[in-house]
């Protein structure tokens, strides 16, 4: 909310928070992390978006006009969380400072890792188990209730284990839902193992007791493994379509009729969302580093 406090989070490859890390804000503001891996400032009272810098890694954030906090009839949250990965909470009367804020998952503390007066970022505590799940949101003045579904998600290996040269199928698991979900894997170990669709790849559930997705792969060379697995989020298309626009203003002449035509394409066509997704993935990756590359990138995990 623009030129109100909002909480930076800054996470390292092992998904804990970094303490001491430097952020530069597009704006000009330095930052840096606190023990807590976060740090506070106020969001610039005027533009459209903000852009945060540290260690190589850029991130984009839209910003809204300042509005007076009123209670929120409901907050609003994804229906599906994964114990291990941070999720959003959004609605009026929240705090910029994290710390301000307090979220309890089935009773149990969660923490709050960034913040804003109309979202929160929260990681679950260790000990959740999956299932139906009961959210307690309390800020300086409001108090409510929200129900979600936790789950986990968990690999089965090939059995027997693969030898350099053979392929396979690794199996992903859910636990805590019978829906069909979207999952996004990265393979980690390129080297040892190959993902035969591509080392970032998109998998749906079969939904069910047994709730299993399966990623063709095969041995290259023997040795450990790794991967990451997460829920893929539902599109948020009105931000997809501002950083689009956004976007916009900073690309070359010759793209900009380009990212205009994607983003009223998105206002009038929103079923085909994905399809867009994938013609803003192919001109992100020619983009070379810097704020378009960021808004493009933002742009793309919006939808």
Known sequence: ????????????????????????????????????????????????????????????????????????????????????????????????????????????????????????????????????????????GVQWSAETTLVSLDFIPPNPPLKPGEKGDLLVHVDGSAQKLGIVAHNQTPGVLKFLRGDAQEVLTGGGTENIASLRVQALASGDFSFGARLLPSPNLSSAQRYLKAAQALAPRDSQHKLAELAERLLKHPKEASEIRIEVERIETTTIAGALKTLLEAAEDAL
């Open 1 to 140: 909310m623009a030129g109100h406090p909002a909480t930076v989070a800054v996470l390292g490859v092992d998904g804990k928070l970094a303490p001491g890390v430097k952020v530069t804000l597009s704006d000009g503001e330095a930052l840096v992390t606190d023990r807590t891996g976060r740090a506070v400032f106020n969001a610039p009272p005027t533009g459209d978006y903000l852009i945060a810098k540290g260690s190589g890694a850029s991130v984009a954030a839209l910003i809204d006009p300042a509005v007076a906090a009123s209670e929120p009839e409901a907050i609003a949250l994804p229906p599906i969380v994964s114990i291990r990965d941070r999720f959003w909470i959004c609605g009026a009367g929240l705090q910029g400072s994290a710390d301000q804020n307090s979220v309890r998952i089935n009773g149990q503390a969660a923490a709050v890792i960034a913040a804003s007066p109309v979202c929160l970022v929260a990681l679950p505590g260790t000990n959740l188990k999956p299932g139906a799940a009961s959210i307690d949101v309390e800020a300086p």
